[in-house]
């Protein structure tokens, strides 16, 4: 127990260490390491997939379910997609040492703000191997020394993946230090973690809903925290039926695994009776359950021509199925009168993640992009954009549901801070 504290410590210390030199890094040393990762997580990809299907094995054999076991599988396509999303952060502006909204103001003074790293992140995850990449990618560009603290579910995988990117980092001239990796799963280390204020700058947890609320409460420095998402794709009355299936199929069918797949389809009870069977039969395809309301219920079983290919996946919506981050081929369907009913329903049962419009209607996609409390509002297309890779910011640390202060994607601006810079020629204050 000692040792794996003393290990923490250390390696925290090293990390604020490093920081203080990486604040000051040349960006063309910084895209030089990302490079060399890119191109490790391809050459090396033998090592990396034999130690991923080590922690798949052991977790598939301890009855982890489908979507956790989906989020911790590596594989060759994977770990090309990790490559190219952190050679699209290489690519991308450095935002450290930016000048932003410079003025002069009437005495002379010319005052702005330049953004500067945070300093060391802190970053507790499950599950996702993807991460220790991820993370440490836009730690990198953005300056931040990381502190990385995966689940024990991961280990193997996430040691392989933290090596490449030491290995690739320190061999392009980053400060050593600058990734650390805390190898020991005991979980007493995540509550030294979250006391190591002066240490560690910011805390992002990345998993479960009770990790988040572990961190939230017990973090002694600020927290970033989301990835909980019970999103929602409402069809208007005005929507274009043939894009609403195709919308709502791939919000729900492309990766129901992660947080910005659809969990509750509201539709609105003009379109009901034409569209609701459209889209059951498509997602019946993929064996999406369908946990729907009394008049969603009542809409498809009256329609033979396609109930028997649907009422096998058809279930009674209870209370619960509101509000429910499914993250399986799962859905809840309930029938609304109205946009008004559609938007408060959101705001009852929403996590502030990622909601979606289906209509031809502008004033109606209009209210709800402006009246929608989320992170990432939508009209006519898909909640699984809710992406840093998506959006084109490179990775992602992961979607913050709250306000302060970053919202959405957290890539690499989210990962500054400013200060601000006053250049004078004497000015003296009255």
């Known amino acids: 127990m000692k040792s794996a504290i003393k290990e923490l410590e250390e390696k925290g210390k090293a990390a604020k260490a490093a920081s203080k030199k990486l604040a000051f890094l040349s960006t063309e040393i910084k895209n030089k390491a990302l490079l060399n990762v890119a191109d490790a997580l391809v050459t090396k990809q033998d090592e990396i997939l034999a130690a991923n299907k080590v922690d798949y094995g052991e977790a598939k054999a301890s009855g982890m379910n489908e979507a956790m076991l989906d989020r911790l599988m590596l594989s060759e396509d994977r770990l090309e997609s990790m490559s190219q999303d952190t050679r699209t952060v290489a690519v991308l502006p450095d ?162 695994t992660v947080c910005n797949a659809l969990d509750c389809l509201l539709v609105h009870s003009q379109v009901a009776p034409n569209y609701l069977p459209s889209i059951a039969k498509e997602w019946a395809k993929a064996g999406v359950e369908m946990h729907c309301d009394e008049r969603a219920l009542a809409i498809l079983k009256a329609n033979n021509v396609i109930l028997n290919e649907v009422k096998n996946l058809l279930v009674p919506a209870e209370d619960e199925d509101w509000g429910k981050e499914y993250l399986s081929l799962k859905a809840a369907i309930k029938v609304v009168d109205s946009l008004d009913e559609a938007l408060e329903h959101i705001e009852t049962y929403g996590s502030g993640h990622s909601e979606a419009i289906v209509t031809e209607d502008y004033s109606a996609a209009m209210r709800f992009l402006n009246e929608v409390d989320a992170a990432c509002v939508y009209a006519n297309a898909s909640t699984r954009f809710t992406d840093g890779a998506q959006f084109g910011l490179g990775a992602e640390l992961g979607i913050s549901t709250q306000k302060f202060h970053a919202r959405g994607p957290m890539a690499l601006k989210e990962l500054t801070s400013y200060k601000w810079i006053i250049f004078g020629s004497g000015q003296i204050r009255p």
């Not at 002694?220 to 274009?240: E, N, Q």
Request: aromatic share 4%.
């Open 95 to 256: 935002p450290v040492g930016e000048i932003i909204e410079m003025k002069t103001l009437p005495n002379g003074l010319q005052i702005g703000k330049k953004r500067v790293p945070l300093g060391v992140i802190g970053a507790i995850y499950e599950s996702r191997p993807n991460v220790t990449i991820d993370i440490s990618s836009l730690c990198l560009k953005s300056g931040n020394a990381v502190v990385l603290r995966g689940g024990r579910e991961a280990v193997n995988s996430n040691t392989a993946l933290a090596k490449v990117a030491q290995e690739a980092c320190y061999r392009a001239g980053v400060p050593q230090g600058a990734i650390q990796f805390i190898e020991s799963t005991e979980r007493v280390l995540v509550n030294r973690m979250l006391r190591m204020k002066g240490i560690i700058d910011l805390i992002i947890p990345r998993g479960g809903a009770g990790l988040i609320k572990l961190v939230s409460e017990n973090a002694a420095m600020p927290v970033v925290t989301g990835g909980i998402g019970v999103c929602h794709t409402y069809v208007d009355k005005s929507a274009d039926l043939n894009k609403a299936v195709a919308i709502a199929y791939n919000a729900k069918v492309q990766r129901p």
